[in-house]
């Protein structure tokens, strides 16, 4: 084995990707040890307290080490990858290719690709299992692959009528499953050896998983006494939760940052919230007639586009409410541009991507920006850089069929609106009683810096501009 001095030998470390961040997740590798990477290659995806991101590799080589696996949390400026560079990634690469070439040399494959997962690398050894009931085949005539091919192929010893259900292959010590469904299986306290695998190659699918939590406890047919039977449910026990009545999930990344920023928000800021409900009949014609507009051709036209205009226009008109609170210097900062957050549920929390500069934006280019920044936190590629900086958020809490909330001040943050549902009420309209589109609108602000009356007029504002559209026109 060639050895390597550490001169040969690069270190890289979890950087900061984003603004006084401490620590990040580790949520996939791409590298195994031995893989040559290059200068700008992604090694790997990590979670920040703001969002998913890919890091690059600074430099050509070959990575000696991976310092930790997948699902760890590593602060931020600790060493995760060894990357063996210069004279040292040849030394590096030879150990890795010899032991390919032993468990290439020790067990021939069937044909067609061989998956190998992420954390696995390639197998060094054979891989054992357990012989069925009713196989009369030494375990020495085949090798495992080679059994299972013959069965496949029709030539191998007939199955009984219940064979018992075999384990789930491994990979050295780890059974076959894609990192998902290693989280899921930990998260839901199911010990992937005693998963029975139903996807390609002896691969454990999510479903497998699922059914592991919800199958019953198998039988202990080989105890050396009968043991008693378990007793049967009462008839008000629930019977959807029978293995499992509780998940409990690691808070981190996203949704804990998120955590502590509300918990700090809500104890520092006195909150006040006002409400308003307003017929917005008028403003859902105009998202109809913008719809058909060749302007807006392949943009997103919706109500939000129209109220996000609304709060800016309120803004414009109401520049104190654009503020923040400077405690360190006891000072009041007014903010002379807009950068709206845009609240976005996603599969790893809550998170407020802004535009910047919105309040420069013509509404086309509203439109477009709004499309952009809710496709990108969908995808989960929103950046860090992208949630920095909001001066004013909206939360449309409507989406979800809630008619309106008291939301939490996103910290920095003097003002956030939330939208509620928009249905079919009925209002009087012009001395009559009509059906009309109508939404609650709430207001959320910091009582530092923003009174009643500033509030109010804020408010107010918006909603004026919502039941009667054309006034984006005569105060824009």
Same mark, same amino acid.
């Given at each position: 084995?060639?050895? #390597?001095?550490?001169?040969?030998?690069?270190?890289?470390? #979890?950087? *900061?990707?984003?603004?006084? /961040?401490?620590?990040?997740?580790? +949520?996939?590798?791409?590298?195994?040890?031995?893989?040559?990477?290059?200068?700008?290659?992604?090694?790997?995806?990590? !979670?920040?307290?703001?969002?998913?991101?890919?890091?690059?590799?600074?430099?050509?080589?070959?990575?000696?080490?991976?310092? &930790?696996?997948?699902?760890?949390?590593?602060?931020?400026?600790?060493?995760?990858?060894?990357?063996?560079?210069?004279?040292?990634?040849?030394?590096?690469?030879?150990?890795?290719?010899?032991?390919?070439?032993?468990?290439?040399?020790? !067990?021939?494959?069937?044909?067609?690709?061989?998956?190998?997962?992420?954390?696995?690398?390639?197998?060094?050894?054979?891989?054992?299992?357990?012989?069925?009931?009713?196989? !009369?085949?030494?375990?020495?005539?085949?090798?495992?692959?080679?059994?299972?091919?013959?069965?496949?192929?029709?030539?191998?010893?007939?199955?009984?009528?219940?064979?018992?259900?075999?384990?789930?292959?491994?990979?050295?010590? @780890?059974?076959?499953?894609?990192?998902?469904?290693?989280?899921?299986?930990?998260?839901?306290?199911?010990?992937?050896?005693?998963?029975?695998?139903?996807?390609?190659?002896?691969?454990?699918?999510?479903?497998?998983?699922?059914?592991?939590?919800?199958?019953?406890?198998?039988?202990?047919?080989?105890?050396?006494?009968?043991?008693?039977?378990?007793?049967?449910?009462?008839?008000?026990?629930?019977?959807?939760?029978?293995? %499992?009545?509780?998940?409990?999930?690691?808070?981190?990344?996203?949704?804990?940052?998120?955590?502590?920023? #509300?918990?700090?928000?809500? &104890?520092?800021?006195?909150?006040?919230?006002? &409400?308003?409900?307003?017929?917005?009949?008028?403003?859902?014609?105009?998202?109809?007639?913008?719809?058909?507009?060749?302007?807006?051709?392949?943009?997103?036209?919706?109500?939000? /586009?129209?109220?996000?205009?609304?709060?800016?226009?309120?803004?414009?008109?109401?520049?104190?409410?654009?503020?923040?609170?400077?405690?360190?210097?006891?000072?009041?900062?007014?903010?002379?541009?807009?950068?709206?957050?845009?609240?976005?549920?996603?599969?790893?929390?809550?998170?407020?991507?802004?535009?910047?500069?919105?309040?420069?934006? %013509?509404?086309?280019?509203?439109?477009?920006?709004?499309?952009? +920044?809710?496709?990108?936190? @969908?995808?989960?590629?929103?950046?860090?850089?992208?949630?920095?900086?909001?001066?004013?958020?909206?939360?449309?809490?409507?989406? &979800?069929?809630? *008619?309106?909330?008291?939301?939490?001040?996103?910290?920095?943050?003097?003002?956030?609106?939330?939208?509620?549902?928009?249905?079919?009420?009925?209002?009087?309209?012009?001395?009559?009683?009509?059906?009309?589109?109508?939404?609650? +609108?709430?207001?959320?602000?910091?009582?530092?810096?923003?009174?009643?009356?500033?509030?109010?007029?804020?408010?107010?504002?918006?909603?004026?501009?919502?039941?009667?559209?054309?006034? +984006?026109?005569?105060?824009?």
């Amino acid at each position: 084995m060639t050895t #390597m001095t550490d001169s040969s030998v690069r270190e890289f470390k #979890m950087p *900061d990707v984003g603004e006084g /961040l401490t620590e990040a997740e580790i +949520l996939k590798w791409y590298v195994q040890p031995g893989d040559t990477v290059t200068d700008g290659q992604v090694v790997c995806e990590v !979670e920040t307290a703001k969002a998913a991101v890919e890091l690059p590799i600074p430099y050509d080589g070959v990575v000696r080490e991976l310092h &930790f696996p997948e699902g760890t949390t590593v602060d931020v400026g600790t060493s995760i990858i060894a990357v063996a560079v210069g004279d040292g990634a040849a030394a590096a690469a030879e150990p890795v290719q010899e032991a390919v070439q032993e468990a290439v040399a020790e !067990e021939p494959k069937p044909e067609g690709r061989q998956p190998v997962l992420v954390g696995y690398g390639v197998s060094t050894s054979s891989t054992k299992r357990r012989p069925r009931k009713g196989t !009369e085949a030494p375990a020495a005539a085949q090798t495992p692959s080679a059994a299972i091919q013959a069965e496949l192929n029709g030539h191998g010893p007939a199955a009984p009528a219940a064979p018992a259900a075999p384990a789930a292959p491994v990979t050295g010590d @780890r059974p076959l499953a894609k990192p998902p469904v290693r989280k899921l299986a930990k998260d839901l306290g199911v010990d992937l050896a005693t998963v029975v695998p139903s996807g390609p190659d002896g691969i454990i699918t999510r479903e497998d998983v699922h059914a592991a939590v919800a199958a019953p406890e198998p039988a202990q047919t080989a105890a050396p006494r009968s043991e008693p039977a378990a007793p049967a449910p009462s008839p008000s026990a629930p019977t959807s939760y029978d293995t %499992t009545r509780e998940t409990r999930i690691p808070v981190k990344g996203v949704r804990k940052a998120t955590a502590a920023a #509300m918990v700090g928000s809500a &104890f520092t800021a006195p909150h006040v919230t006002e &409400f308003v409900t307003v017929d917005v009949t008028r403003t859902m014609k105009l998202v109809e007639e913008l719809k058909q507009d060749k302007e807006y051709t392949g943009l997103r036209v919706n109500p939000l /586009l129209l109220i996000a205009k609304a709060l800016l226009v309120s803004i414009k008109r109401n520049p104190d409410i654009n503020a923040s609170w400077d405690e360190a210097a006891q000072e009041i900062v007014v903010k002379h541009y807009v950068n709206l957050g845009i609240a976005a549920a996603t599969p790893r929390g809550l998170i407020v991507p802004n535009i910047k500069d919105a309040h420069a934006q %013509t509404l086309p280019q509203l439109a477009g920006s709004l499309g952009e +920044l809710v496709s990108t936190a @969908r995808e989960g590629k929103t950046s860090p850089a992208a949630m920095q900086g909001g001066t004013v958020t909206i939360t449309n809490v409507g989406v &979800f069929g809630v *008619d309106t909330g008291t939301p939490i001040l996103n910290p920095g943050e003097s003002a956030i609106l939330a939208v509620g549902a928009i249905k079919l009420q009925p209002w009087v309209h012009k001395g009559k009683v009509k059906p009309r589109q109508v939404t609650t +609108l709430a207001l959320s602000f910091d009582h530092r810096l923003v009174d009643g009356e500033l509030g109010s007029k804020v408010l107010a504002d918006v909603a004026a501009v919502l039941e009667q559209p054309k006034r +984006l026109i005569s105060w824009a």
